[in-house]
């Protein structure tokens, strides 16, 4: 069960996550204060849904977050 602020083994509050980049069942998340940190959570799609839920930006869905030489 979540709360809305905090997940479950998850050490940090929805209020401290700025932006995340999930590969997989692989989480690299941007705090708010700048630092990165990465998390690996029992239930991808749950974990998913809770950033969601939050509002915590994800980076794949931003404008020119993969840019491509043009040639």
Aim: proline residues 4%; charged residues 25%.
């Amino acid at each position: 069960m979540t709360s809305a602020d905090h997940y479950p083994n998850f050490d940090y509050t929805a209020e401290q996550l700025s932006k995340f980049l999930a590969a997989c069942d692989f989480f690299t998340i941007m705090l708010k204060n700048g630092e990165i940190i990465h998390f690996t959570p029992k239930d991808v799609p749950a974990f998913t849904k809770w950033l969601e839920k939050n509002k915590i930006a994800n980076i794949r869905s931003e404008d020119g977050w993969v840019i491509t030489k043009k040639t």
